[in-house]
Nanobody, 122 residues
Framework: QVQLVESGGGLAQPGGSLRLSCVCS????????MGWFRQAPGKEREFVAG????????YYSDSVKGRFTISRDNAESTLYLQMDSLKPEDTALYFC???????????????WGQGTQVTVSS
């Protein structure tokens, strides 16, 4: 059974940082692409960042490029999202997601965690 458990969310000030983690189990973590998505109140869920099984390339939405960094530790089956220079518009529920294959395709994620709340406010 696929399990994705996010942690690390919380309250941050504008310009601050948070690091999200997603501990994964129930599948061979090192052969699947992984990603982060977010959903703000009243909005659709949107892609934030993706990383293939190898970690060689990383993909970001334009809204977070240059501020967020996705990474993975295949030995620990854990996905990370380092979020710097946070803005109030980054406030959302952040989800860890597993893809169906090793490469990143935004429409190819089929398993989701429960999410961790990130709130950016002064």
């Amino acid at each position: 059974q696929v399990q994705l458990v996010e942690s690390g969310g919380g309250l941050a000030q504008p310009g601050g940082s948070l690091r999200l983690s997603c501990v994964c189990s129930g599948f061979s973590f090192n052969i699947y692409a992984m990603g982060w998505f977010r959903q703000a109140p009243g909005k659709e869920r949107e892609f934030v960042a993706g990383i293939p099984w190898s970690g060689d390339n990383r993909y970001y939405s334009d809204s977070v490029k240059g501020r967020f960094t996705i990474s993975r530790d295949n030995a620990e089956s854990t996905l990370y999202l380092q979020m710097d220079s946070l803005k109030p518009e980054d406030t959302a529920l952040y989800f860890c997601a597993k893809a169906r294959r090793g490469a990143v395709r935004i429409d190819d994620f089929n398993d989701w965690g429960q999410g961790t709340q990130v709130t950016v406010s002064s």
